[in-house]
């Protein structure tokens, strides 16, 4: 069994900043990929940033301002959130894609539980 916990969100004003953290937990031989979903009310899940095999990928509306990166040691991804805007409001998830927990079975896509983003004076 894999768990994320993710933590940092919260209420911050726009132009501020926050940081979120990502931590998976289990019997973990290995993570292709890590990264950072979100949802608004009323919209879709999107893409925010990925971590892939030293590679970073950002959402078009990110770029600039966030920034994600990982400790592999600790299995455990960040995403570092500068000059936020009142649309960055949102639910944000974690994703860890490509989890291994043994030789056997394939590789799987696990999600945490959300942590709320609000971007508000």
């Known amino acids: 069994q894999v768990t994320l916990v993710e933590s940092g969100g919260g209420l911050v004003q726009p132009g501020g900043s926050l940081r979120l953290s990502c931590a998976a937990s289990?019997?973990?031989?290995?993570?292709?990929?890590m990264g950072w979903y979100r949802q608004a009310p009323g919209k879709e899940r999107e893409l925010v940033a990925m971590?892939?095999?030293?590679?970073?990928n950002y959402a078009e509306s990110v770029k600039g301002r966030f920034e994600i990166t990982t400790d592999k040691a600790k299995n455990t991804v960040y995403l570092q959130m500068n000059s936020l805007k009142p649309e960055d409001t949102a639910v944000y998830y974690c994703?860890?894609?490509?989890?291994?927990?043994?030789?056997?079975?394939?590789?799987?896509?696990?999600w945490g539980q959300g942590t709320q983003v609000t971007v508000s004076s």
């Open positions: 971590y892939t095999s030293g590679r970073t």
């Open positions: 994703n860890a894609a490509g989890v291994r927990v043994d030789f056997i079975s394939g590789p799987r896509t696990y």
């Open positions: 289990g019997s973990i031989i290995s993570i292709n990929a």
